[in-house]
Every structure is written in structure tokens, then in C-alpha cells.
């Protein structure tokens, strides 16, 4: 089983940045891909950014692409996402997941894919 747990949310002004961190339990963390989604009010889950088990390979929502970047420290069970030049439609609640990455060298990009899921972080920037 895997708990994961987001921090690092808040409000920001247009143009500012935020570090998000989403920390995971288990000893297992190095075994599991990771990605970042966001959902706004009355909008569905989407997929923001994914990494694989290495930190080797990474993938983002073209939206998002340029300003946000996510890493993974495995030493410390935790998975970032640093963003950068925020926009007022990035307002959303962001939600950190993990999967068993079997394949090593995948990353995944949809919720389907993914078996765990932490409880979400309120991000807002205002114009």
C-alpha cells in the first residue's frame, strides 16, 4: 500500500511560482512511476505532468509545458512539481498519484493508470 500526501499549495499572483511536493510511505517509492494531475471546478481530472521510476524520462500537458517541472529525490520518497510563470486557469486542485512501474521506461498519463492517490493541494493564482 502506498499513502501519499501533498503540500506546497496556496495562493499565488499571476506570473509568481509554487513548489509542490507530494510525499509517499513505503520503502518501495524507487519501484513506482509518478505523476501530477489537477482538476478545477467543474472541469474533469487532467493530467499535468509524469515521471518514470528513475526520473529518466518526464512528460507534460502541453498547457503546462516550459513552466512546470517534475522530479523525484527516491532517497527522500518524494516527487515535486515546480511551477513557474502561473496563470489564472491554473487554478485547480493538484493531486499527486503513483504505479507500479513495471516497464521502467514508461511514463503514464492517464488517471486510469494510476492506483494511488493523495488527497490534493488547493492551488490559486489570482490576476
Known amino acids: 500500500q502506498v499513502q501519499l500526501v501533498e503540500s506546497g499549495g496556496g495562493l499565488v499572483q499571476a506570473g509568481g511560482s509554487l513548489r509542490l511536493s507530494c510525499a509517499s510511505s513505503?520503502?518501495?517509492?524507487?519501484?513506482?512511476?509518478m505523476g501530477w494531475f489537477r482538476q478545477a471546478p467543474g472541469k474533469e481530472r487532467e493530467f499535468v505532468a509524469g515521471?518514470?521510476?528513475?526520473?529518466?524520462?518526464?512528460r507534460y500537458a502541453g498547457s503546462v509545458k516550459g513552466r512546470f517541472t517534475i522530479s523525484r529525490d527516491n532517497a527522500k520518497n518524494t516527487v515535486y512539481l515546480q511551477m513557474n510563470s502561473l496563470k489564472p486557469e491554473d487554478t485547480a486542485v493538484y493531486y499527486c498519484?503513483?504505479?507500479?512501474?513495471?516497464?521502467?521506461?514508461?511514463?503514464?498519463?492517464?488517471?486510469?493508470?494510476?492506483?494511488?492517490w493523495g488527497q490534493g493541494t488547493q492551488v490559486t493564482v489570482s490576476s
Open positions: 498519484a503513483a504505479t507500479r512501474d513495471y516497464s521502467g521506461s514508461y511514463v503514464y498519463s492517464t488517471a486510469a493508470e494510476y492506483d494511488y
Open positions: 513505503g520503502r518501495t517509492f524507487s519501484l513506482y512511476a
Open positions: 515521471i518514470t521510476w528513475s526520473g529518466d524520462d518526464t
